[in-house]
């Protein structure tokens, strides 16, 4: 955490009455893949466009690459994909991508070259002289995530980068990003759906209704709030019931005769359960700690909270 | 600044590449041609000849002498008929059937009252046609005068030449000389400096309207205020646009002036006779001089940026190009009062209202240019109408670039007034 790339200091956005994003503030280490989750107007976007610079905080601040800039004047080290994403309709696809790293700073001879590497590499060399508009949903795609690496960005900020996706370019494009991860890029990714999340992020920030859940390692979180759930596999047998039906060791199961996934009581150690049914001379054949789901964590800390109720950030700023 | 011009050479090139620009500017010239040329044609072979008949109930062969001078107007021919004064009503009722069903276009009712009392009436089909009533006018007043003065004795060869027609060559002075400009060729000039200015702001600033609107509907405008200030952006594209659209004037003066100095032969290649061609070739064009086309281009360019300005704030706010279009209306109509009023600014270019246009912001783009092509102007003037244009310019950019930097990426309900004051603010 010596060197991080993203400082978001309390920061604050209001539109009018509403409280977009309230006193949020998280840190993203360089070379991470740090994931900012929640639920639809949650307040995910307003956090990345006040990262970017598009809009401003009311209160609070960002600081981008160790407190030197913001996202304006250090956006040629920034890639960033919007979940509100177009391009020119009626422009050659090799001239959009020139175009839009010339606006990142890159030269015209650089961007057209690294525009022609990547649209062969994605499978679009043959399309670099159409004009966007005759490509297919899935194609445009690909050319708007090109926009966005073509400049070597230190930072990558994907808005939801695989809402509307179809299935090959989810799977480019999660390929590109593992790999541009590895290479060390720092990336920030927003979405609603945690599976990604668990998959891809190291780090995590779950923000609902403008404001912080939780943070941190994916690691330290699961930590936190795993261990109550068991999944055992035995022998069937009334003694693997009478365990099962303990209220002391077990909250609520979901048994299935030979296989059961368990929420244990409060207070209960897995421990405890196992030396039970080897006590009751129950056959175990797995008996396994299972981590919470970042689905589950989610659901349980921001359950209430998470309904919605607000209004679709798209909207606002 | 390479970013800048970098949004300036994408907004420039991607339009004159378009095929848009390739026929906008083909047909820019031709349209022009036609608007000119077309007129006269029609005016030449539309219609043909008039047909009128005369009811004569006057004594002493008034009558006859009106109908012999009217047969003498091109396109115009006329026949007597005698009827006694009691029954000249009946005969008018009845021919007035035949107009418009057999070729007749009319009917001239002529009485003894016509010489004493200087009353005539003519009924008929062409009674809206300026040309024609100002010809028929002008025919019966001079028979009239002519035969009064015939009836008190005057001897018809003085009358004649008594109605020798006078003409008055009009020549313009500016800056305390002669300058071989006539006053209908500063009316031509100045007409024309207004239609140019009009449609230029009013084409290039709706093309910058349609721009800002693509890029807020086809989403791109979040990648691009990521890379660039939005200011940069409404910047470049304004510039842009500007700068095809010297380009198209550019190249539509250039045929323009191709056109009016190779005029004879084009006029012989739409079908005109020879001579016609001749007389159109020898008809003199007004010299335009280098002070109005760099005040007009003056004024156009800092009119242009007013009104960009204008329609790229209008643009944000809307999310579609129907509601765009809605949106423009009071820009456009701010662009039209001046040319509503154009009339009266070209016959009296020194009067209150051309005065009070030509200075106010919104309306001096158009209305100075046309007043010192219509006639001299203290430079005082001009110098206020350009600083005060120039403030507005500053001011209006200022809060269009407010409004554009949220715009752009507000979509869902049109702001109120309110909510407009807010993002200026803010």
């Known amino acids: 955490m010596n060197d991080p790339v993203v400082e978001v200091q309390t920061v604050t956005k209001r539109y009018g009455s509403y409280a977009a994003v309230r006193d949020l503030s998280l840190t993203i280490p360089r070379g991470a893949v740090y994931g ?37 004047n250090q956006s040629h080290r920034i890639g960033y994909l919007p979940e509100e994403r177009g391009l020119y309709k009626k422009m050659k696809v090799i001239d959009l991508l ?112 403008g404001t912080k859940v939780v943070d941190g390692p994916l690691a330290d979180i699961k930590r936190q709030h795993g261990g109550s759930n068991v999944i055992v596999a035995a022998e069937r047998s009334a003694s693997l019931d009478g365990v099962l039906a303990d209220t002391r060791l077990v909250k609520r199961a979901d048994n299935y005769g030979n296989y059961a996934e368990l929420e244990l009581a409060a207070g209960a150690r897995p421990q405890q359960v196992l030396e039970a049914l080897v006590r009751q001379g129950v056959t175990v054949s797995r008996f396994e700690i299972a981590e919470p789901t970042l689905h589950k964590i989610f659901i349980d800390l921001a359950g209430p909270q998470a309904q919605p109720g607000s209004p679709e950030e798209a909207t606002h700023a | 600044m390479r970013k800048l011009v970098a949004v300036i050479r994408r907004e420039f090139l991607e339009r004159v590449r378009s095929k848009w620009f390739v026929i906008g500017t083909l047909l820019g010239p031709v349209f022009m041609g036609a608007m000119i040329v077309l007129p006269m044609i029609m005016a030449e072979k539309g219609g043909g000849d008039r047909t009128v008949v005369v009811l004569d109930a006057t004594t002493e062969g008034f009558g006859e002498r009106v109908t012999a001078s009217m047969g003498q107007l091109p396109r115009m021919s006329a026949t007597r008929r005698d009827v006694p004064l009691e029954q000249i009503e009946e005969v008018a009722t009845d021919l ?77 002075i500016r800056d305390g000389k002669v300058t071989g400009e006539s006053g209908e060729a500063s009316f031509v000039l100045a007409y024309a400096i207004w239609f ?70 084009v006029a012989r290649l739409l079908g005109q006779s020879d001579e016609a061609a001749a007389a ?50 009071p820009v456009v109509m701010l662009l039209v009062i001046p040319s509503l009023l154009m009339v009266g600014i070209l016959n009296t270019p020194d009067g209150q209202m051309a005065l009070t246009l030509s200075l106010i912001p919104f309306t001096s783009p158009i209305a100075m ?47 109120g007034l309110k909510e407009l004051a807010r993002w200026v603010k803010g």
């Open chain 1, 36 to 72: 900012l989750l929640g639920p639809n107007g949650a307040g995910k976007t307003t956090t990345i466009r006040m990262i970017m610079s598009i809009i401003y905080p009311d209160e609070g601040k960002v600081a981008l690459f160790g407190g030197r800039g913001d996202g304006k």
């Open chain 1, 98 to 209: 020139v175009f839009l790293g010339e606006i990142k700073g890159v030269s015209r001879a650089r961007a057209r070259a690294a525009a022609l590497e990547w649209l062969e590499r994605l499978g679009l060399g043959d399309w670099a002289l159409k004009k966007a508009d005759n490509l297919s949903k899935g194609m445009q795609q690909k050319v708007q995530f090109i926009a966005t690496i073509l400049h070597e960005p230190e930072l990558l900020i994907l808005d939801e980068p695989f809402a509307g996706l179809d299935p090959v370019a989810t799977q480019v494009m999660k390929d590109t990003v593992v790999d541009l991860a590895r290479k060390g890029t720092t990336i920030l990714f927003s979405t609603h759906i945690m599976e990604q999340a668990e998959r891809l992020c190291d780090s995590v920030c779950i923000i609902a209704r």
């Open chain 2, 280 to 329: 159109i070739g020898s008809f003199s064009l007004p010299p335009v001089p280098v002070t109005t086309i760099i005040l007009a281009l003056g004024f156009f360019l800092l009119g242009y940026f007013l009104y960009a300005a204008m329609f790229a704030a209008v643009a944000a706010m809307v999310n579609t190009e129907a509601e765009a279009r809605q949106a423009q209306t």
């Open chain 2, 196 to 265: 140019l200015l009009y449609i230029a702001i009013l084409l290039y600033g709706a093309q910058v309207l349609g721009a800002v609107v693509e890029e807020k509907t086809s989403r791109i405008v979040e990648v691009l205020v990521s890379s660039l200030r939005p200011f940069q952006l409404l910047a470049g594209k304004v510039i842009g646009v500007g700068a095809v659209g010297l380009l198209q004037m550019g190249i539509w003066l250039l045929a323009g002036k191709l056109l009016a100095d190779n005029r004879a032969g």
């Open chain 2, 96 to 172: 007035a059937r035949e107009v418009g069903t057999t070729p007749l276009d009319g009917i001239l009712l002529l009485t003894d009252n016509t010489v004493e009392g200087g009353r005539a009436e003519y009924r008929g089909a062409n009674v809206s046609s300026m040309t024609d009533m100002r010809m028929l006018q002008a025919t019966i007043r001079a028979s009239v005068f002519a035969e009064r003065l015939r009836r008190d004795g005057v001897d018809p060869a003085i009358v004649g030449r008594a109605q020798i027609p006078v003409e008055l060559a009009t020549v313009k």
């Open chain 2, 369 to 415: 240019p046309v007043r010192w092509a219509a006639s001299p102007v203290p430079i005082g003037q001009v110098m206020l109408s350009l600083a005060l244009l120039f403030l507005t310019v500053v001011a209006i950019t200022w809060v269009a670039g407010r409004i554009y930097r949220v715009g752009i990426l507000a979509y869902g309900k049109k702001p």
